[in-house]
Structures are given as structure tokens and as C-alpha cells.
């Protein structure tokens, strides 16, 4: 069956889905047109016009949606029956103009070209009147006897007779069939016909799309994100990459354009990027391309499959969906069904690191003289919070609740009367958390609170990113001491290590995800969305791995440590 034409009983129906545009959730039911008992080849002609029309009709309805001008239309049921409604009303005088084509191909004789003139206006202007009495609804003659008016004024077109009667002339004398003057005539007729049909197909093609551009929505954006957190957030510098990335290997369209073929065409491009490539000297985003093809051969290991998915898709689809809301026009990337490449490595599985490793790190970070080398590492092992959040903590963050020491992260800090944000991941990293007694056991607490400033001063002294170099001098650290980077083996795997010692001491789960800062499973556990004391107790008295020796935390000089510059170079190994 041709498109939006299908067969009832009843002959021929006309159908039209209600555009996305206006139904989001793609729930309505088509508009249905009754054409009645046709020929298959006059139900076409009639669908297309129709289509054309419906077309029209729904870009009118989204310019007056968009422009505030029409809120009667926000309901399917007046959408669906005001074109319906429409399409109804033009449908006689679509049929009159078939009837108009079948004079000029012959198929209805007509005496004469002036004869064939007077019936086809007699006609259309007639049908064009109802067609307007019906939209408007303001002609109760209309609504009576609608039916009967259209048949009176199709005759005018098809029926030489009538149209002579109504037009009072002289009755059809017999004559010779059409001759070559009128057939051309007629011929002339339906060109026109044809030409205003072709304006009408173009006038739906034209549009005007509302939405940004993807590079001017990505600016957009950008600039929001800037306006809320300032130029500092390393959010901003992620969103300039990818973007740039996105725009060297995809076109530049409205964001609304984009569709599920586009992203997987991003995708396998992309997918080849090797890892890192962004820290090579030579790393040039005018040759994007060019060291994209250069590792098709994979050569390099290609960027894992969660930086490719999260990254750079899950980006580029942050801005288009920021876009669409700016231009509001639905997002339709949400439910689609991407293939990501085998070439791109899976996500790896972070281990915890053993016993052994941890009495590596931590000798090793006492044995350098650095405050932070020494106390970061184990106040991340006891806390199992995350390294940007530690990097900013100082002494009067810390206080006594219940008995306990716990501490309040900020999400800003002034520092020489200059704001900055907290670099934390989610709203739980900002949750308090508890001070394992070990800290207070050596003086530790004690010492920070009684400082100004931040705990570990040596991460901001002429350091742009302090968690960005906090994660630098780790990661020296743990390789020195053996740490596997296959294992990722890093900073980050000391919160591994918190929860899995959480689960061997049989610790409620619902008490170590709100010590570690992460959200909670569902509304109920939400009650109450605090350490309760003894929750608080239970922590900063939970018994330490007896393989790990914390006694070389034990007499250590906090002030001396907390002036000794950082050394460069690779750490010295302990000798075990």
C-alpha cells in the first residue's frame, strides 16, 4: 500500500502520524481521511496533496507553539482534530482539480477551451467558498448541507450539462470530440495545476528551524557552566575538547538534526583516537583526523570504552540535550541503541590494593619527610573519600560530634580573599564524614586543627589544580612503591580498599556509603540521611587490618614534615 493511504470497507482512508514536534511522546493516533469508493491511482494523487497539506498545517501549529500563540493546541485532541479538520475541508477541492486533470487528458470531453475555463472556475470557486465557510464555521448552510454541495460543485467540473444549467447557457449541442486547441488549453490548466502543487511541497520543505547550531549550543552552554562555577572549572575545558573534536569529524547543524546515525558514525570514527593522545607534544586539534587514520592499524591502544561512551558521546549529547532545551524542541536522543567498537577496551576492574602494597606506600610516604606523602595516603585508607575533596580539608573543618571526630567538607573556600570551588564530584561528596581515632591516636587531628589554613599546604603553594597535583604525586608515590597501573592500582583504589574492609568487619552497607560519600539506594534509607551516633562510634572505632604496620605513623613531627618541599624525582624504595 503506497504511503499513508490503507483500505476499510469503507474504500480508501488517508493517514498522517501528528509530528514528534507536537506529540513527544509519540502516543496519538494518526489522522485519518476518509476518500471514500476511488481508483487506486486517484487515491495517490489525493494522498500526496493531502500529505502537502498536513505538512503545512503542523509547521503553522509549531511556529505558533513555539511563539506562545496558540496554547489551545497543547492537547492531542485539538491538534488532531483542527488538521483533521482542515484536511477535511480542502479535500473537494483537491478532488475538483483531479476533476480539472482529467479534462486535460482527455478522459472528460469538453465543447470548447472557453467552455473547459467557465466550468473548472465555476467549480473551484465554489468548492474554494465551502472549503472557507467550513474552516471558519460560520455558515450554518455549510453544516447542513455540506455533502450535497460538494457533489453540486464537482458536477460543474465533470458535467457539461450541469455547468451549462447552473452557468444559464444554452444546452450541449452534439459535438466532435475535443480538438487540439482545447486539449492544449487544458494542457496549460494542468501545468498550473502541477506548479501550485510543487509550491506547496516547497513551502512544507521551508521551515524554519528554530534550533542552534551545535557549535553555538556548545557555546552556549559553556558559557552558563561559566557564569555558575567560573572560568576555573575543569568541566569547561572537557566540553572545548570534545566539542572541537566532535565539529573536526561530524557536520555542523541544528542540534535537533542529529539523529542515532550520526553518533554512531561519531563513534566509529572516534573510537581510534589513541589514549592520551591529548599529552603528546605534537597533539594538534586541526589534526584530528589525521591521528585518528594514523592509528587504524591501532598501533596505540585506542581510548577505553568508558572514556569513549561517558567522555566524548556522553558530551557531545549533554550539549545537543542543552540546546534543544534552549530552542525548546524535544531531545531525541534518549532512546536510541549505539554500537560501540570491540577495538575499544572495556572498563578495567580497580583492585584494592593488598596489605603488602599498603605498608609499602605508607613506609615510603613517612620515609620521604612530606607531610602529604606521609598522611594522604592514610587518611584516604581510613576515610575512603576522595582525593579532591582531601586536597582542599583544613583543621576548621574538623570538629567533635557525638564523641567523635568528624569532618564538614566545604564546597568553597576563600583563599587570599579569592573564591574557589571544592573540586567534588556529587552532592553525597559533601556529606560529613568520620575521623578514624588512628588520626587523633597520633596527634594528627590535634595538630591540623590547631593550623590555619589548608591541612596539606604544600598541594596549593603556586599550584593552579591542587587535586589535579595531589593525584600527579600520588601516583609517583604508588608506582615507587609497586603499585600496578593494570590494577589501577591508585589513590582512587584506597576507597576500594575502605568499603571491601567495611564488608569483612559486616558493617551495614547503608552506614559505609554515607561515610564514603555516595548516594544512598532509595527513598528509605534516605531517612534520616545522617550518620546516626552509633553509626559515628562504629566507624572511628572499627578495628584496623592487623597486617598493616601503623606504628610508623607514631612520633612523627607534623610541623617539620609540613615545610618540607616536595622532591623531585622518583621516591626512594624501602628496603624490606
Not at 498522517?16 to 486517484?42: C, F, H, M, N, W
Not at 455547468?163 to 486547441?181: E, K
Amino acid at each position: 500500500m503506497p504511503d499513508h493511504l490503507t483500505r476499510t470497507q469503507a474504500g480508501f482512508v488517508f493517514q498522517i502520524r501528528i509530528p514528534k514536534t507536537l506529540d513527544p511522546g509519540l502516543s496519538y493516533a494518526p489522522i485519518r481521511v476518509t476518500l471514500g469508493q476511488v481508483r487506486i491511482r486517484e487515491a495517490k494523487r489525493l494522498a500526496t496533496q493531502l500529505a502537502c497539506a498536513a505538512h503545512l498545517a503542523f509547521g503553522r501549529l509549531q511556529r505558533k507553539a513555539i511563539e506562545g500563540g496558540e496554547p489551545g493546541m497543547k492537547q492531542h485532541n485539538d491538534v488532531g482534530r483542527a488538521v483533521r479538520d482542515h484536511l477535511t475541508a480542502i479535500l473537494p477541492v483537491l478532488r475538483g482539480l483531479d476533476g480539472v486533470g482529467q479534462i486535460a487528458d482527455g478522459s472528460l470531453p469538453v465543447s470548447s477551451p472557453a467552455m473547459a475555463m467557465q466550468m473548472a472556475g465555476a467549480g473551484l470557486t465554489g468548492l474554494l467558498d465551502l472549503a472557507a465557510d467550513r474552516i471558519s464555521g460560520t455558515s450554518a448552510l455549510v453544516s447542513a448541507d455540506a455533502p450535497a454541495l460538494e457533489r453540486h460543485y464537482l458536477r460543474l467540473i465533470t458535467d457539461e450539462g450541469a455547468a451549462r444549467a447552473h452557468l444559464d447557457l444554452p444546452p450541449l449541442q452534439p459535438a466532435p470530440a475535443v480538438d487540439d486547441r482545447v486539449a492544449g488549453v487544458l494542457e496549460e490548466i494542468l501545468a498550473t495545476q502541477a506548479a501550485l502543487q510543487a509550491q506547496v511541497q516547497g513551502m512544507a520543505s521551508r521551515t524554519v528551524n528554530p534550533a542552534p547550531l551545535f557549535s553555538e549550543a556548545s557555546r552556549a552552554y559553556q558559557d552558563k557552566l561559566r557564569s555558575a562555577h567560573g572560568e576555573g572549572y575543569d568541566e569547561l575545558n572537557y566540553l572545548r575538547h570534545r566539542t572541537e573534536v566532535f565539529l573536526a569529524l561530524m557536520e555542523d547543524k541544528p542540534v535537533n538534526l542529529y539523529g542515532e546515525e550520526d553518533l554512531q558514525q561519531f563513534i566509529d570514527q572516534v573510537a581510534f583516537m589513541p589514549a592520551n593522545a591529548s599529552k603528546d607534544d605534537d597533539y594538534d586539534l586541526a589534526r584530528i583526523r589525521e591521528i585518528i587514520a594514523g592509528n587504524r592499524d591501532l598501533a596505540r591502544k585506542p581510548i577505553s570504552r568508558a572514556t569513549l561512551k561517558n567522555n566524548y558521546v556522553g558530551k557531545v549529547k549533554t550539549i545537543i540535550r542543552a540546546g534543544c532545551r534552549q530552542a525548546k524542541v524535544p531531545f531525541q536522543l534518549d532512546d536510541i541503541r549505539l554500537v560501540y567498537p570491540k577495538i575499544s577496551p572495556p572498563k578495567r576492574q580497580r583492585m584494592a590494593p593488598d596489605y603488602e602494597l599498603l605498608n609499602r606506600i605508607f613506609a615510603m610516604g613517612v620515609a620521604s619527610g612530606e607531610l602529604t606523602k606521609a598522611m594522604l595516603p592514610l587518611t584516604g585508607f581510613v576515610t575512603g573519600r576522595r582525593i579532591g575533596l582531601l586536597s582542599f580539608l583544613r583543621g576548621e573543618d574538623i570538629r567533635q560530634y557525638h564523641g567523635v571526630w568528624i569532618a564538614i567538607p566545604p564546597n568553597v573556600v576563600t583563599v587570599d580573599g579569592a573564591v574557589r570551588i571544592v573540586p567534588y564530584k556529587t552532592q553525597e561528596s559533601l556529606s560529613v564524614f568520620v575521623l578514624h581515632n588512628l588520626l587523633a591516636e597520633i596527634g594528627f587531628i590535634d595538630w591540623a586543627r590547631r593550623r590555619d589554613g589548608f591541612i596539606f599546604a604544600s598541594l596549593h603553594e603556586g599550584v593552579v589544580n591542587p587535586a589535579d597535583t595531589a593525584q600527579k604525586r600520588m601516583g609517583r608515590l604508588f608506582r615507587a612503591a609497586g603499585a600496578n597501573p593494570a590494577l589501577l592500582e591508585t589513590f582512587h583504589s584506597l576507597r576500594t580498599a575502605k568499603i571491601n574492609f567495611d564488608r569483612d568487619l559486616k558493617i551495614d552497607p547503608r552506614t559505609t556509603r554515607l561515610q564514603v560519600g555516595h548516594e544512598l539506594l532509595d527513598v528509605h534509607e534516605g531517612y534520616g540521611g545522617s550518620l546516626r551516633r552509633s553509626e559515628l562510634h562504629e566507624i572511628a572505632n572499627a578495628p584496623l587490618p592487623a597486617e598493616i604496620d601503623f606504628t610508623v605513623f607514631r612520633g612523627l613531627d607534623f610541623d617539620t614534615m609540613a615545610t618540607n618541599h616536595p622532591t623531585r624525582g622518583r621516591p626512594k624504595r624501602i628496603k624490606s
